[in-house]
């Protein structure tokens, strides 16, 4: 559907010395927007009151070392009223800038190559992606998470306005959806790498493709419309105000307007790539091209440029020369070709392409509906006439060649395609450029592919030729892609041995601990006191509650049954027996454990899964013993305790196994070398351990939730902010599918307290979504507990 007002050139910027890799629209001052480039500099650009209705620089931004690939914008807060300019480059690092300064303000470092993507969101926080195939989170100069799970460049990211989602596209095709550091969901249907990402809505986004198509999804996962028009890989989009309208560019050298879900109007430009675009407040669009050429194109008759500069623009795209073989042109023969006569027919749509014969020559134009003519866009070039048979197809078009070239061992791989009646040179600049890579691999790319296809007939590449990178064998046709207890116990049946259970002790009444009081909880006395007493809770949880006797007569019971070559002697269960006694009651008459009895439980520790359950349970009490806590939390024995109880762990194991593995973990707390064993063992514990949230057992969520409290508390004072950011991430998670009123309760005091006094962590709580995740309890009244615990947490998230 053609647009009833068209866009039309508002003004040229020759404002770099390379290519435009970057825009964005700035918050400050009115109008402004902000490019990067390859010449390593970003530029804020105003608007002037010029008669030319350009933009003036206002000021230029250095600190990085290599090209500028990427920009966005980082939202105005108190700090910096006028919001802050974050770049990414080829130096692996992201220069943050003030509007009015030309030295970055600060540095993020942690990616280990280019970075390619930025994104920001709400509080600060930003999103990155990198060729290294991560994506990061940062928020407060610090890295608060790192996504991984993508197998190949991450060339786009973009946070969601709500709900703490993110979105990453890649190389390896795919686009992932984030939330809590977690990927939730993995998006197929791209043919190419993904290479963009604009968002619609909260629930709505676009992402555009190396194959051409522009899709739009929504987050359940549904492809709701696939959009072509574009015959190249396509670069960037933004979004119009409208939520609906949208602007893409590409190889094709065009910029494409898109209204109603068609393709309305298509301005080609006199540059190799438009790499990016973006929208201004205006409702104008600015374009960044290959030669460092700024373009903002309007619809407002008053901004349009002059006729003198419309036509310069005209004449200058009338001269570009087009290679048919790059576009959807096909086979020209200029004898079939008709003359100028053609032209007077009009078009059939905005940017429909006709190729008349002028002479000797090949000219093509381009109908432009606004202006109902056509308009000459280049002449048409082809490298040679000889007849080929090709037999290698990439990305839709058949070449002689299509190269692999991997820059860095392990790293992303790259497809060279090349025809033998092309330049090499002009291959090697192009391969080059839309890589990213460095000019000075220009002579090493170009000879590689003039000595490989030296004597070469038209046919299949041949299998030996070596990547001028890495060494590596070349592409082959038709080989795969080179992309690099409480309640009833369903095990023993009601009124038996319950791992965990016992009887509560009975508390005061009046003021109780809200973990151990039981129903002597009094939110009537509590809020009589003016403190929070629910968090920051430092002091470790522990299951202490046990019936020695029916542990004892179950794990007895079970030997009997157990196969011979698992059977304990007597001499081991006796001995089993009277570790537990002396674990259990400060008056236990035993003498304190020995070495050897710790050994011993060690061992039956391994006994099979079915009816290893008892031991554990020994175990769990076992581990709050000072020198048992340290003979299997020392630094020897503590990753082999870890390993086997994050074996028990599995998704697919046993639920006991499970519950009184987590339990025993939260129980290590309890000793200094347990603190220190799970903090080392922190990042893969908790991974492990929020798998088991998806669980319907509300035993493992209360360990679960403990957990996760035990370790929020030992973080409190520590400055670790990537732990506390999981942390924040696995109680996010977790609150996602646990509905036990307890164990939401633990959840609930290990937020607040990893947020108590630590701005950066209740920043990333808001991003997380973390207060439209909770605010239901704030009203639960039974327990009173929970509402009174979420209230306050909620206060710290203000």
């Not at 009115?30 to 608007?47: H, I, L, M, N």
């Not at 392409?353 to 000459?376: F, M, P």
């Not at 013993?625 to 870890?642: F, I, T, Y």
Request: charged content about 20%; aromatic content about 8%.
């Amino acid at each position: 559907m053609a647009s009833t007002n068209a866009f039309k050139l508002r003004c040229s910027i020759p404002g770099h010395e390379m290519d435009v890799r970057g825009l964005a629209a700035a918050a400050f001052p009115e109008g402004a927007f902000v490019s990067v480039s390859r010449d390593r500099t970003g530029k804020v650009w105003v608007p002037n009151s010029s008669p030319d209705k350009g933009f003036t620089e206002m000021h230029c931004m250095s600190g990085h070392s290599n090209y500028v690939s990427c920009v966005c914008m980082i939202a105005p807060t108190d700090t910096y009223p006028q919001g802050l300019i974050a770049t990414g480059g080829h130096d692996n690092k992201i220069c943050v800038f003030k509007l009015d300064q030309p030295q970055p303000l600060f540095t993020l470092e942690g990616h280990k190559d280019t970075v390619c993507a930025l994104s920001s969101g709400k509080f600060g926080t930003l999103l990155s992606g990198s060729w290294d195939t991560t994506a990061k989170v940062w928020l407060n100069e610090k890295c608060m998470m790192t996504l991984q799970g993508h197998t190949a460049a991450v060339w786009a990211v973009v946070i969601l306005p709500e709900q703490g989602l993110m979105l990453t596209g890649s190389a390896d095709k795919t686009i992932k959806l984030w939330k809590a550091g977690r990927c939730e969901r993995t998006y197929t249907g791209h043919e190419g790498y993904v290479r963009g990402l604009a968002v619609i809505s909260n629930t709505e986004f676009f992402s555009c493709s190396n194959d051409s198509s522009i899709r739009r999804w929504h987050v359940t996962g549904e492809c709701l419309q696939v959009y072509h028009s574009h015959t190249d890989y396509i670069y960037s989009l933004a979004v119009f105000p409208n939520c609906q309208d949208f602007v893409s560019t590409g190889e094709d050298r065009t910029l494409r307007i898109w209204r109603q879900g068609e393709c309305s109007q298509t301005i080609r430009l006199p540059a190799l790539s438009v790499w990016c675009c973006c929208i201004l407040p205006n409702g104008d669009i600015a374009v960044g091209a290959s030669d460092g050429v700024i373009r903002v194109f309007t619809q407002a008759e008053d901004r349009i440029a002059s006729v003198e500069d419309l036509q310069a623009f005209e004449e200058e795209l009338s001269k570009a020369t087009i290679d048919p073989k790059t576009g959807t042109l096909g086979d020209i023969k200029l004898e079939d070709l008709p003359g100028r006569e053609h032209l007077l027919e009009p078009g059939n749509r905005d940017g429909q392409t006709r190729l008349i014969k002028d002479g000797q020559k090949a000219e093509a134009y381009q109908w432009s509906v606004s202006d109902a003519r056509w308009v000459k866009i280049g002449d048409v070039v082809e490298g040679s006439n000889q007849q080929t048979s090709k037999s290698v197809m990439y990305e839709g078009k058949e070449y002689d060649f299509v190269f692999t070239i991997e820059v860095n061992e392990g790293g992303p791989s790259m497809k060279l395609p090349y025809n033998l009646s092309e330049d090499p040179w002009l291959t090697a600049h192009n391969f080059l450029q839309k890589n990213d890579l460095s000019p000075m691999f220009l002579d090493q790319v170009a000879n590689f592919i003039i000595e490989n296809t030296k004597g070469h007939v038209v046919g299949p590449a041949q299998p030996t030729v070596a990547d001028p990178f890495t060494g590596g064998a070349r592409y082959i046709p038709g080989s795969p892609d080179n992309m690099p207890g409480f309640g009833n116990d369903p095990f023993t049946g009601s009124g038996r041995y319950i791992p965990g259970a016992g009887l509560n002790p009975s508390a005061p009444v009046g003021v109780a601990d809200p973990f151990t009081g039981g129903g002597a909880y009094s939110s009537a006395a509590l809020r009589q006191i003016a403190t929070n007493i629910y968090f920051p809770k430092t002091d470790g949880v522990t299951f202490d509650q046990a019936n020695t006797t029916q542990i004892i007569a179950k794990m007895k019971e079970l030997n009997e049954g157990a196969p011979q070559k698992h059977k304990l002697s007597e001499e081991i269960l006796e001995s089993m027996e009277r570790l537990l006694m002396a674990v259990c009651g400060p008056n236990s008459s035993e003498a304190p454990p020995n070495l050897q009895q710790i050994n011993l439980l060690w061992k039956a520790s391994h006994w099979p899964e079915d009816i290893v359950f008892p031991v554990l349970d020994i175990m769990r009490l076992a581990v709050r013993h000072p020198q048992v806590n340290e003979s299997l939390c020392g630094e020897a024995e503590g990753v082999q305790l870890c390993n086997h109880l994050l074996s028990l762990m599995r998704p697919e194991g046993r639920p006991a196994n499970q519950m009184l593995a987590l339990r025993t973990l939260c129980n290590c707390f309890s000793g200094r070398h347990g603190r220190a064993l799970l903090m080392a063992q922190r990042e893969t514990v908790l991974s492990r351990a929020a798998d088991l949230a998806t669980v319907n057992n509300k035993n493992i969520h209360i360990a679960l939730a403990t957990l996760v409290l035990n370790y929020a508390g030992c973080l409190h004072s520590q400055p670790d902010l990537e732990a506390k950011a999981q942390c924040l991430s696995v109680a996010s998670r977790a609150l996602e599918t646990v509905q036990d009123k307890e164990a939401v309760f633990r959840l609930l005091v290990s937020l607040g307290t990893t947020v108590a006094s630590d701005q950066t962590a209740q920043d990333l709580a808001r991003s997380l979504g973390v207060n439209s995740q909770i605010s239901k309890y704030s009203s639960v009244s039974d327990p009173s507990k929970l509402a009174e615990c979420c209230q306050l947490v909620l206060k710290e998230l203000q």
